[in-house]
């Protein structure tokens, strides 16, 4: 888009301000905190009158178990390395804390391939002796379809059969894949918090670094036998996740593509009456990410992804490099304007062979949530399902339904510009309305932003980003 069109796209964005200001003192917690329930009772009555109806999705790929510990028990208790470095996999102890570092001073999430199974196994023990640490269900798509299923859908989910996850799952959902008594797929969560120290690296925000040794999921041993039972199934919605456990994994050459190929294949196999969403993961390595924009993306009619997610397919798309960490929390201007050259770029390409023109971004950041959405398509409720992945966000990570506004703050709470072009107009921010929503692109587009209740108190951050996606599609299709 150049910059003519853009300013003018911005210009003719119809905003609904609110003739209201709140002008508040920092100072006074009982005005703050007043504020604060405004907005939750504002959302949550919008919530309420919004529920799921008949849907059927289905959702692949893999699952694992995640086994969660606190770094600072696990690292923490560990010499801290003399320097930060990055690699692609880790064979050793000395990269692990040299990459853990490196990651947690940036407060960004990642996710690698520990090479050296007696290395795994010694940290899995460690980990696992840790008073507090737990295991659970994890993997993208369990996680999206437990969502989907506790909120009344009726779920298809690619997955070996293993106990584990047999026990775990909802248990309306039906697990379609093979058999398996593996003890392989198990992934360690290693979280840490806002302001926590190792030596001389602090982490400026709460988050995770995620290692697995496991051999089954990278290479989505399930999409094959999936194929008959997702077309019988004649879903509503097919939500593509868990690809990020190919990130980084050691393929043969040739294999990182030829099973993205086979995700494609499936995804092209239905019609066009199911919608499908790809939910984005941190995606590293750059042949990984040139081929889901090849292979994957284009064919999707939705997308989701998080603060780091979306300039890294942006970079990539755009000038065909991935920003390995970003801000943690992006101003509002700028994401919306990566987000509307992402939607134009991949409503650009003719729909042939299968692929799909984008009708839906949904963006979840620790401060808000924004979704995008094309006005003529079948995308229904988009101020409901960014109120509802709002929602979501602080339940999640406060690992509790209530919410307590005694361990939540707004970050977004004063207004946001529309766009960094010169001119843009601002949305001032409303505590009776506090979810704003407005049409632009001459009436194509409309575009809703919920913020979010911050979780002072934090549980997990892990599977946040699916539990949120899965919230806001789940009131969509
Ligand atoms: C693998 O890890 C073990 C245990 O930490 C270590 O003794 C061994 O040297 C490692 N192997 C390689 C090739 O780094
Ligand atoms: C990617 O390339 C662009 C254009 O060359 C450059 O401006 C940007 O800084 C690069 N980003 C990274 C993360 O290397
Ligand atoms: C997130 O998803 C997991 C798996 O479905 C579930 O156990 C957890 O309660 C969810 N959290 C929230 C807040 O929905």
Not at 86 to 93: A, K, Y
Not at 303 to 318: A, F, R, T, V
Not at 406 to 429: C, P, Q, Y
Not at 451 to 476: E, F, K, M, Y
């Amino acid at each position: 888009m150049d910059t003519l069109t853009f300013f003018n796209n911005v210009l003719s964005v119809t905003v609904i301000f609110a003739a209201f200001w709140y002008s508040c003192n920092d100072g006074d917690s009982l005005l703050l905190r007043e504020r604060l329930q405004d907005v939750l009772q504002a959302m949550l009555e919008v919530e309420q009158q919004h529920s799921v109806g008949e849907v059927r999705i289905a959702v692949g790929y893999g699952a694992c178990k995640d086994i969660f510990v606190q770094g600072s028990d696990l690292m923490g208790v560990m010499t801290p390395p003399q320097r930060t470095a990055h690699f692609n996999r880790i064979d050793s102890m000395k990269q692990l804390k040299e990459m853990y570092a490196l990651f947690y001073t940036a407060g960004s999430a990642a996710e690698r391939y520990v090479g050296n199974k007696t290395l795994f196994n010694e940290i899995l023990a460690a980990a696992e002796a840790v008073p507090g640490s737990y295991s659970a269900l994890g993997g993208n798509a369990p996680v999206m379809a437990s969502r989907f299923a506790l909120e009344g859908a009726k779920v298809l989910l690619a997955a070996k059969r293993s106990s584990y996850i047999m026990n775990k799952v909802h248990p309306s959902i039906i697990v379609r894949g093979d058999e398996t008594e593996s003890d392989e797929d198990i992934h360690l969560i290693i979280e840490y918090k806002a302001g926590e120290s190792w030596g001389t690296y602090q982490a400026p925000r709460a988050n995770r670094f995620i290692i697995h040794s496991d051999d089954n999921n990278p290479v989505l041993s399930t999409v094959e036998d999936f194929g008959g039972q997702l077309e019988a199934f004649k879903p509503n919605l097919f939500v593509v996740g868990g690809l990020q456990m190919m990130d980084n994994f050691p393929f043969p050459p040739g294999v990182q593509e030829e099973r993205l190929q086979a995700v494609r294949d499936q995804m092209t196999s239905l019609s066009t009456s199911s919608r499908i969403h790809f939910e984005m993961a941190s995606f590293t390595d750059t042949d990984l990410l040139t081929g889901l924009i090849q292979h994957v993306i284009p064919y999707a009619d939705s997308l989701g992804m998080n603060e780091q997610e979306l300039p890294n397919l942006y970079n990539m798309m755009k000038y065909g490099n991935v920003s390995l960490v970003s801000d943690f929390n992006p101003r509002v201007a700028v994401v919306l304007d990566q987000m509307r050259e992402i939607f134009q770029q991949l409503r650009a390409a003719p729909e042939e062979g299968g692929r799909r023109r984008l009708t839906r971004l949904h963006l979840h950041t620790l401060a808000y949530q924004v979704i995008m959405v094309w006005k003529d398509s079948a995308w229904t409720n988009t101020l409901a399902a960014a109120t509802k992945a709002a929602l979501t966000a602080n339940r999640h990570v406060c690992g509790k339904p209530e919410i307590n506004l005694d361990n939540a703050r707004m970050l977004m709470d004063e207004g946001f510009t529309l766009s960094k072009a010169n001119g843009a107009g601002r949305v001032i921010f409303n505590t009776q309305q506090p979810v704003s929503c407005w049409i632009e692109d001459d009436g194509k587009v409309e575009v809703c932003i919920a913020p979010v209740l911050v979780c002072t108190s934090v549980r997990h951050t892990a599977g946040g980003g699916d539990n949120i996606s899965a919230a806001g599609l789940v009131l969509q299709v």
